[in-house]
C-alpha cells in the first residue's frame, strides 16, 4: 500500500466522522478538519509541481472566504466552512464545480428530508440512539437546522473518492 493510498483511506475515515459528529452534535470538532488539510498533501501519487498545488491551495481558499461570508450571514456553520474548505484542497479547480453541486443537491435533500414529518421522526430516533447532545426542534414556529457535513462528506466521497481509483 502507498502512501496516497493511505491518505485518501484517512480521509474517508475522517470525513466519515465528521459527518457522524455534525449528525450527532451539530457541530464538526476541528481536529477532524485540521487532520483533513494535514493529509491532503500526503495524497498526490508522485509530486505535483508547484502550479496543482497552488491551484488546489486557492480552490480551498476561495471557498474558505466564500464561506466565511455565508457563516457572517448565518447561512452556514464554522464547522461546514472549515470542512468545505478542506474537501476544495482535495478537489482542486478540476472538481470543486461537482464538489459543490453535489453538495448543493446532498444538502437539499437532506434539508427535504428533514422538514419532512417522517424523515424528522428517522432522524430524531437516530440522533437519540447516537446520544445526541439536543434534540432536533419541532417542525413548524422554528427553523430546522440542517447537519451540513453530512452533506459535505457525502459529496466529498463522492467526487474526490472515485477518480483515484481511475
Known amino acids: 500500500m ?3 493510498d493511505v491518505a ?4 474517508a475515515a475522517l ?3 465528521a459527518a457522524f459528529e455534525d449528525f450527532r452534535r451539530f457541530t464538526i470538532p476541528n481536529p477532524l478538519t485540521i487532520a483533513i488539510g494535514l493529509l491532503w498533501p500526503l495524497s498526490f501519487a508522485a509530486p505535483p509541481g508547484l502550479y496543482p ?3 488546489d491551495l486557492a480552490c480551498g481558499l476561495a471557498v474558505f472566504a466564500a464561506g466565511a461570508l455565508l457563516f457572517a450571514r448565518g447561512w452556514l456553520g464554522g464547522g461546514d466552512v472549515k470542512l468545505l474548505a478542506a474537501s476544495a484542497l482535495w478537489a482542486g479547480p478540476g472538481l470543486l464545480p461537482a464538489l459543490l453541486i453535489a453538495t448543493g443537491i446532498l444538502g437539499g435533500v437532506l434539508g427535504l428530508l428533514l422538514v419532512s414529518p417522517v424523515g424528522g421522526q428517522l432522524a430524531g430516533a437516530a440522533r437519540r440512539l447516537l446520544g445526541a447532545a439536543h434534540p432536533l426542534p419541532a417542525i413548524g414556529g422554528s427553523s430546522t437546522p440542517v447537519p451540513y457535513g453530512v452533506a459535505i462528506a457525502g459529496a466529498a466521497l463522492i467526487v474526490v473518492v ?3 481509483f481511475a
Do not use: S
Open 162 to 164: 472515485p477518480p483515484h
Open 2 to 4: 502507498q502512501l496516497h
Open 8 to 11: 485518501l483511506a484517512g480521509f
Open 15 to 17: 470525513m466519515a466522522a
Open 53 to 55: 498545488v497552488l491551484a
